[in-house]
């Protein structure tokens, strides 16, 4: 394998690994807020509890969620240094106030938030709680700012000795891009959230263990997933296709496998692209539909891969169409299930209903692919752009790590986050086990999990 | 610009020594220090709600060289790839040392946890040493401001040296020493009893060693770069400097007599921010020097970002810092006070 190769399979590793941590703690953050909210206004104290079961669960995946992020920074400039140093003077910029805003702030509260509760009065502990929800979600509309510039270069001038620099700052922060896909990165967070949180609430009912506390998390769990499945299918899913459809067409056409350009294009629900013979093998399609979602109307003609030129295919190619699919498919079942599940819980009948509450609880690791799957999307459809339009990926590695090194490198992190995945999962099966009622509040004998 | 960039980065950097090394060398000195598995707890609580807020003074320094000198981030990082790699390791074990530890009730899972936390504390501190040391000797930049170093060497300086050799040894050494002794004089400060006491007890020796370190240190740089001394001959005024090094040393050792802890530690920030300020004074106004020819270089005028750039983030940076001296006063103000067997992290 060469070089380019081995650096793009450490990142990817790498990203994806630590991306299954952060969107738990996003979408999870504002979960406890709700239930620091209700807890402070109806005064129940199963809600406070069930608040103090959660934070135990959040500073476990918030520990590991930070430690695989600190090498994310350090990578681009290790393996990724002539793009590091080419573009430093725009994406450097919202990496460093990542720092300086969001990781100092989640530092300084989330301490507070977790060992504090006894000082602080319950107003003062849901702000610093609050203030963890801003600082998370800060710290992911930094990165959503670098990677929209990758994918839709903005407010930015070439400098003669051809670097990059922000010409305006304004113009950076609010890239379209950036915000389609930032509303749909964080509806797509809490979309784990809440399927998390309904898992366990299911679990707790069907075992009938703690049921009192697994219907107060299937109740938020499911009002949380029913907003947010909705809101990433429409509008944020929708907006985010039809900004592709304009800026990115080759990305576009490669996820919906359109090979031919064509008038009233039909949408490939399943199939597998034949690079070879440029069709889709077995293909299950309905036709006019995507014309009809990517322009709103069913005769619109829809640039295919024969207007882009060969070299300017993503690639691969046949692995941005699964994401794709994989992420939409699972996206609809989600928004199926918690029509499903919202209905049953305002008919009063979603604690009783095993038809729904085994799939609420087997459901959570399939947002966890779907996210997964949405960023492969992004990631691979910008491909062979590392920043879309103006530096190629294979002009963005590092030229003097022999692909030796980096082979080391990848191995070392395999090895080192197995480890983490099987403490991360003993720790939290230890918390869900031992149940929301052995938690006391800020004992001394707490760990001192200060993340 | 360039000299604005340059100092506020330095200062970064000393943010994150000055305060994340104590608590480096608190994981060092534990094996040493604890005596009792409540000692242990004593020693980990009292670095406990302040240990991570320090470590982000390295992500934000990181992210501010990043965006400030994208070539100096891009060469030193490639060219420094595989103990790079190692550090981030090394930070990754450490904080699951620090905040898993407590979660499980095994005398095992404890004790494998105390030795995590102790190595990778002691290897980080070897790290940041022989990084400051290479920054300080020099690498082997070629014409286009890229260079690759092998971990492992002869030990010799020279044109072509490697990440460890006999100069960057006694960087690392230094720094090991430097911190334990930061480290000692912060659990003076923070514990009392037993504890306290062993702490105090360290703290000659490692003062010792700090001192003799320090002697070492001035004639190997010398050896190992000639021109080390340029900026200071050229202006003497900045002999101040290590002066001041020297007084700061006495002072640790004069007020450690005394008993008054905190004023120890006090000048123990002092030495170590005065000893990076003095090496960041002969660096200036090179980033990263070459160990061959003078005109390779990194300079601060060839790694500079474009001036826009420079100019909003004078603007955010300024904000972001004040917001983050803001919370280190709160928290450091909530978590003031001895750390004993019983008493919580926030007073409780």
Known sequence: MTELVLDRIQFAFTIMYHYLFPQLTMGLALLIVALKTVALRSKDERYDQAARFWSRIFAVNFLIGVVTGIPMEFQFGTNWSQFARATGGVIGQPLAMEGAFSFFLESAFLGLFLFGEKRLSPLAHWASAFMVLVGSWISGFFIIVTNAWMQHPVAYRVLPNGLYEVTSFWGLLTNPWGLIQYAHNMSGAVVTGAFVMCAVGSFYVLEGRFADYGKVFLRVGVIAGLLSCCAQIFPTGDLHGKYMARHQPAALAAMEGLFDTERGAAIVLLGQPNQEQHTIDNPLAVNDVLSFLVYGTTKAEVTGLDKVPRDQWPEPLPLLFYSYHIMAGLGTYFAALMVAAGFLLWRGRLFTNRWVLWPLMLSFPLPYIANTAGWMTAEIGRQPWMVYGLVRTSEGYSKYVSSGNSLFTLLGFMGLYSVLSVLFILLVYRIVQRGPEAIVTGSSSAPITVA | ?348
Request: proline fraction near 3%; hydrophobic fraction near 55%; include cysteine.
């Open chain 2, 1 to 348: 610009m360039g000299f604005i960039w340059f100092w506020l980065v330095a200062i970064m950097i000393v943010a994150y020594v000055v305060l994340d090394g104590f608590d480096l060398g608190v994981g060092i000195l534990q094996p040493l220090l604890a005596q009792t598995e409540l000692d242990r707890q004593v020693m980990l609580r009292s670095i406990g709600p302040v240990w991570d807020g320090n470590e982000v003074w390295l992500i934000a320094g990181g992210g501010t060289l990043y965006f400030a000198f994208p070539l100096l981030y891009a060469s030193a990082f490639s060219g420094f790839y595989l103990a790079l790699m190692i550090v981030l390791w090394l930070l990754i074990l450490r904080a699951l040392a620090i905040e898993l530890r407590m979660q499980v009730e095994l005398n095992v899972w404890r004790t494998f946890f105390d030795g995590l936390f102790f190595l990778s504390s002691l290897l980080l501190a070897v790290f940041f040493g022989a990084a400051l040391a290479n920054v300080i000797r020099g690498v082997p930049l070629g014409e286009d401001g890229y260079f690759f170093l092998p971990l492992w060497t002869d030990w010799r300086t020279g044109s072509h040296p490697g990440i460890l050799d006999w100069y960057t040894l006694i960087g690392s050494l230094l720094a090991m020493a430097a911190l334990s002794l930061h480290g000692a004089l912060y659990l003076a400060v923070k514990t009392e009893g037993t504890l306290q006491q062993q702490s105090r007890a360290a703290v000659r020796r490692l003062w010792m060693a700090v001192l003799l370190l320090t002697f070492a240190g001035v004639p190997a740089t010398i050896m190992a770069r000639h021109d080390t001394l340029a900026n200071y001959y050229s202006s003497p005024v900045l002999f101040a400097i290590p002066v001041a090094v020297l007084l700061t040393l006495a002072g640790i050792i004069h007020y450690w007599r005394q008993q008054d802890d905190h004023k120890s530690f006090a000048c123990s920030c002092m030495y170590l921010g005065l000893m990076l300020i003095g090496a960041a004074v002969a660096l200036y106004p090179r980033l990263l020097p070459s160990s061959e020819d003078s005109a390779l270089d990194i300079t601060i005028s060839k790694a500079l970002s474009g001036p826009y750039t420079l100019r909003v983030g004078l603007v955010w940076w300024a904000f972001g810092m004040c917001l983050a001296v803001i919370y280190f006063v709160v928290v450091y103000r909530m978590f003031r006070g001895k750390i004993t067997a019983t008493r919580g992290e926030y007073g409780d």
